[in-house]
C-alpha cells in the first residue's frame, strides 16, 4: 500500500512538473517517464519508491536536453536582424552581437551546474527521495534563469539596436474585457471537478470514521489532502497567468492582443487539464483503498495506461499549440512601451516594495524585479509555506 | 473595446482613461451593465499608479456613467442624463464653440467640423 501510495504521489508530482515544464514544451518528460513506468509493470519489475525516483530524474535529464535545444536558437527566432525583441544593426553577429550571443548561450547551463553538485550529494548521502524535491526546484531555476538571461542579453544588445526602434512607442493600446478568474471559468467543468471530489472526501471520511483505529491517517489523507492543495496551486497559477500584462502598441494592437490572449488560454486551459487529472487522482483514491491488493494492481496499472495515453496525445497538442502561438507573436513586431511609473528606476533589486505599483513583477534597470507589495506575492508566499507545512506534517507523522 | 492612451496627449493619464470610456459608451460598444476591468488590472496592463485609474473611475462615477459596486466592480450605467440639466451639458459645446469662433472659422465651417465629428464619435473613428 505504501508504494501505491507513493507511485500515485508520483503522478501528482509529474503532473506538476508537467505543468512548469510544459510552459517551454518539455511534456515529453511525463510521457517518456509513464512510458517507462508501464514498461515496468507490464515486465513485472516491481519497483520501489527509490527507483521511481531515479527514473524520473534521469528522464528529467534527457529532456532537459530537447529544451536546450530550444533556447539556444530563441534568439534568431525573427531572423538575423534580431535579437530576441531587439532589431540590432546590421553585422551586429559579426561584432559584439557574437559575444552576447555566446554569453546567453553559456548562462543557460546554469541550472546544471547547481544540479550536478546537489545530485551528487543526494546520491551520495543516499537521500534519494530528495530527487523529486530536486526537480521540482529545477524547474522553477531554468525558467528563473532563462527569465532573466533573455533580458540580460537584450539589454547588452540594446545599445547596438536601430536607434528608431528603441524609443518607445507614443500610444498604447488596452483591452477593456475583465480579465476576472469568473471570466475565464467554465462552470460545467468546475462542477465536474468539485462533485467527485466533495463525494470522494465524503467517503474516505466514512470509510476512516468506521473504524478509526485500523486504519492510518496519513494514509487515507494526505494524498485527497494533497490533490486539493494542488488544485488551489494551480487556481493560484490562474489568476497569476490573468494578471499577465497585456498593453499593446497602438499601431499593431490587434496582432499584439489577439497574440497574448489565445497564449493566456492556451496556459488556463492546461491549469485546467492538470486540475482535472489531479481530481481524477482523488477520485481514484478511494477506490484502491477499498480493493484487494490484486484489484489495486491492476487498477494502477490501467491508470498508467491512461495517464500514458492522455500524456501521448496532450504532448502533440501541446506541440502544435506551442508552433501555433510563436507563429502567431512572430506576426507582432516588438516595440517598447512607455514606462510611466519609471519601473526601472523604483526596481533595482531582484524583489522590491512598492505599493504604488500594481503589477507583480516590475521590469527594473537589472531585470525583473518581483513586488512584495503585490496581494498576488503574499499568496504566493503563503502557498508555499503551507506547502512545506503540509509536507513537514506528514514526514513528521501528523 | 480597445482603450488608447497617447504620451503625446496633453491630457492627463487619469482623464484619457475617463474620456476614452466616455467615447466607447458614445459609441454604444460598451452598453448598460457591461462590466468594466477592475481598476488593478488597468492599472498594471497600463503602468501607473492605481490612483490614476481609481481617479478615472470616480469621475466616471460622478457623472453617472458607472456605478461601483464594492468587492464586485465596476459596471455601466444606464444612459439617462435626469441628473444633468441641459444647460449643464451645453456648457463644453458652447465653451468649444467659442473657442473656434475666436479661432477664426466660419459658423458653416463650424456645422460641417461639428457633424463630421459626431460621425466620428457615432461610429469610433
Keep these: 500500500m505504501r508504494i501505491a501510495l507513493y507511485s500515485v504521489i508520483f503522478h501528482v508530482f509529474s503532473w506538476l512538473a508537467h505543468f512548469v515544464q510544459s510552459f517551454r514544451a518539455e511534456n515529453w518528460l511525463t510521457t517518456s517517464f509513464f512510458w517507462l513506468q508501464s514498461l515496468a509493470w507490464k515486465s513485472g519489475i516491481q519497483l520501489d519508491v527509490t527507483g521511481f525516483a531515479v527514473i524520473f530524474y534521469a528522464v528529467f535529464w534527457l529532456v532537459r536536453i530537447r529544451g536546450c535545444f530550444r533556447r539556444w536558437r530563441q534568439p534568431l527566432l525573427r531572423g538575423p536582424e534580431w535579437f530576441f525583441s531587439v532589431h540590432v544593426r546590421p553585422g551586429f553577429y559579426d561584432g559584439p552581437g557574437r559575444r552576447i550571443l555566446h554569453r546567453y548561450w553559456m548562462r543557460m547551463f546554469i541550472p546544471f551546474a547547481l544540479d550536478i553538485p546537489a545530485a551528487i550529494a543526494i546520491f551520495l548521502t543516499g537521500r534519494i527521495l530528495l530527487l523529486n524535491w530536486l526537480i521540482m526546484a529545477l524547474c522553477a531555476v531554468i525558467h528563473i534563469n532563462h527569465v532573466f538571461s533573455v533580458d540580460l542579453a537584450e539589454r547588452q544588445a540594446r545599445r547596438f539596436a536601430v536607434a528608431e526602434t528603441e524609443r518607445p512607442v507614443t500610444s498604447v493600446t488596452l483591452s477593456l474585457q475583465p480579465r476576472r478568474l469568473r471570466d475565464y471559468t467554465n462552470s460545467r467543468f468546475e462542477w465536474a471537478i468539485a462533485v467527485p471530489s466533495l463525494l470522494a472526501l465524503a467517503w474516505l471520511v466514512g470509510y476512516y470514521f468506521s473504524a478509526p483505529a485500523h486504519h492510518n491517517l496519513r494514509l487515507v489523507f494526505f494524498l485527497p489532502l494533497y490533490c486539493l492543495y494542488m488544485q488551489l496551486g494551480m487556481l493560484y497559477v490562474k489568476r497569476l497567468i490573468l494578471a499577465w500584462r497585456t498593453p499593446a502598441p497602438q499601431s499593431q494592437a490587434a496582432e499584439f492582443l489577439e497574440a497574448r490572449e489565445k497564449a493566456r488560454k492556451f496556459y488556463l486551459l492546461q491549469c485546467d487539464l492538470c486540475r482535472a487529472m489531479v481530481t481524477v487522482q482523488l477520485v481514484l483514491w478511494p477506490f484502491l483503498m477499498n480493493s484487494s491488493e490484486a484489484a489495486r494492481d491492476g487498477i494502477i496499472r490501467n491508470w498508467f495506461s491512461a495517464i500514458l495515453l492522455f500524456a501521448l496525445i496532450s504532448g502533440v497538442w501541446v506541440e502544435i499549440k506551442r508552433k501555433q502561438l510563436v507563429k502567431l507573436s512572430l506576426r507582432a513586431r516588438p516595440a517598447r512601451l512607455p514606462d510611466f511609473l519609471g519601473e526601472r528606476e523604483i526596481a533595482r533589486w531582484p524583489v522590491c516594495y512598492q505599493p504604488s505599483a500594481p503589477m507583480l513583477m516590475l521590469r527594473g534597470a537589472y531585470g525583473y524585479s518581483l513586488n512584495l507589495a503585490n496581494s498576488l506575492a503574499y499568496i504566493g508566499a503563503a502557498y508555499l509555506a503551507g506547502f512545506i507545512a503540509l509536507f513537514t506534517l506528514v514526514h513528521s507523522g501528523l | ?125
Design chain 2, 1 to 125: 473595446m480597445l482603450l488608447t492612451i497617447d504620451t503625446r496627449d496633453p491630457r492627463p493619464i487619469y482623464q484619457q482613461v475617463a474620456d476614452g470610456i466616455k467615447e466607447l459608451l458614445a459609441r454604444r460598444e460598451l452598453t448598460e451593465g457591461a462590466a468594466l476591468p477592475p481598476v488593478r488590472q488597468l492599472a498594471a496592463d497600463l503602468g501607473v499608479n492605481l490612483n490614476t485609474i481609481a481617479t478615472a473611475y470616480r469621475e466616471l462615477q460622478k457623472d453617472g456613467l458607472i456605478f461601483i459596486r464594492h468587492g464586485s466592480g465596476s459596471v455601466v450605467a444606464s444612459r439617462k442624463i435626469a441628473e444633468r440639466t441641459q444647460n449643464e451639458l451645453l456648457r463644453p459645446l458652447r465653451t468649444a464653440l467659442t473657442e473656434l469662433i475666436l479661432a477664426g472659422l466660419s459658423p458653416s465651417k463650424i456645422i460641417s467640423m461639428v457633424t463630421h465629428e459626431l460621425g466620428a464619435v457615432g461610429k469610433g473613428k
